[in-house]
């Protein structure tokens, strides 16, 4: 990999930073963008685990006092994202790459209109509900335990379909919703970056620069937000989205 290649990878880490914290989804950016470097698709897969972990870290600090109150249900919660990323990790390993291949267009499907409705579920979220949630909370934990299973496999768009779940399943406001999917989501991510490390998965050298930029992405974002409008880089993002889902269906169909 050149000089080139590299700068490419921080700059996208960089917009990939500023993306996430505004709107989300960088990963839909930054994946091809690996691919591009050099990368097969598992590994831009597992280098994504790298590259974004910032995010997901940052936002755990940043929502700690909303961490303490939903402490009640955290430790369970921690469980399902540790065994079921363990899992969904594992399998991405077992099954292979030519598995992956065949998978990924509807990864990206499934990512994408999840990306697409998050909007519709921040509203629920924000809104509330009279819906009686305690009787349904073993349901909320299956869910949210399946959604770690994806997350440890591939890992797009699911914050946002954590925070459906979580405007389904509870009557928390979206920063406590915010609070549970950034801690639980950095274990998962640390877990599965474990597992692939250990297998060797991991090329280390593009998956840190980007990773870089991404830190200098999300700490320089709060000057850029006054120029570029959440709503329109959200567009943006679901525009790629769509595209890059579309290539993928004639790509590996």
């Known amino acids: 990999m050149n000089l080139t290649s590299y700068f490419i990878l921080f700059a996208g880490g960089i917009l990939g930073g500023i993306i996430n914290v505004m709107a989300g989804g960088a990963g839909f950016m930054t994946f091809p963008l690996l691919m591009a470097a050099g990368l097969s698709e598992m590994e831009a897969n597992a280098a994504n685990f790298v590259a974004l972990l910032p995010a997901n870290v ?5 929502y700690r006092k909303e961490i303490k109150d939903v402490q009640k249900n955290l430790p369970t919660r921690l469980v399902l994202a540790a065994i ?9 390993l077992w099954l292979g790459e030519a598995s992956f291949h065949r998978a990924i267009p509807w990864l990206l499907l499934f990512a994408t209109v999840s990306f697409a409705a998050g909007p519709t579920f921040k509203r629920w979220l924000e809104r ?3 819906f ?13 335990f399946l959604v770690y299973v994806y997350g440890g496999y591939f890992g797009l768009g699911m914050g946002i379909i954590l925070l459906a779940i979580h405007s ?5 406001s979206v920063h406590h919703a915010n609070a549970l999917r950034n801690i639980t989501i950095s274990l998962m991510t640390i877990i599965g970056i474990v597992i692939f490390s250990s297998s060797g998965l991991i090329r280390w050298a593009p998956s840190l620069v980007m990773m870089a930029g991404a830190i200098v992405g999300g700490y320089g974002m709060s000057k850029l937000a006054r120029v570029l409008p959440a709503d329109k880089v959200r567009l943006g993002i679901l525009v790629w989205s769509v595209i890059l889902t579309a290539f993928s269906f004639w790509r590996y169909s």
């Open 58 to 62: 940052v936002g755990t600090i940043v």
């Open 84 to 92: 079921g990323g363990t899992l969904g990790s594992s399998l991405l």
């Open 128 to 130: 509330g509900t009279n």
């Open 132 to 144: 009686d949630v305690s009787r349904w909370l073993w349901l909320s934990f299956i869910l949210e």
């Open 168 to 172: 389904i399943f509870s009557h928390m």
